[in-house]
């Protein structure tokens, strides 16, 4: 049982991990305030594409881990 958790645990660290950092820099380009600067945030977040807006949800909510396989 405890190799099982470390295995999914090293799984689960990789994915968490990049899923922070992108919501992180999601977070600092949202809050941008500089006037000249927000019209353009504006119309490229406008004009991302709703298919790799999909894929990126996609990559976020699949969680199809491959079972873990103990010693008996």
Avoid: C, H, K
Avoid at 34 to 54: Q, T
């Amino acid at each position: 049982m405890e190799r099982a958790l470390q295995e999914y645990d090293a799984r689960r660290v990789g994915r968490a991990r990049r899923i922070a950092l992108e919501s992180r820099l999601y977070a600092r380009v949202a809050q941008w305030r500089n006037p000249l600067v927000v019209p353009l945030r504006n119309f490229l977040v406008s004009s991302i594409p709703e298919r790799l807006l999909d894929r990126q949800l996609d990559a976020v909510l699949d969680v199809s881990f491959d079972p873990i396989r103990t010693a008996a």
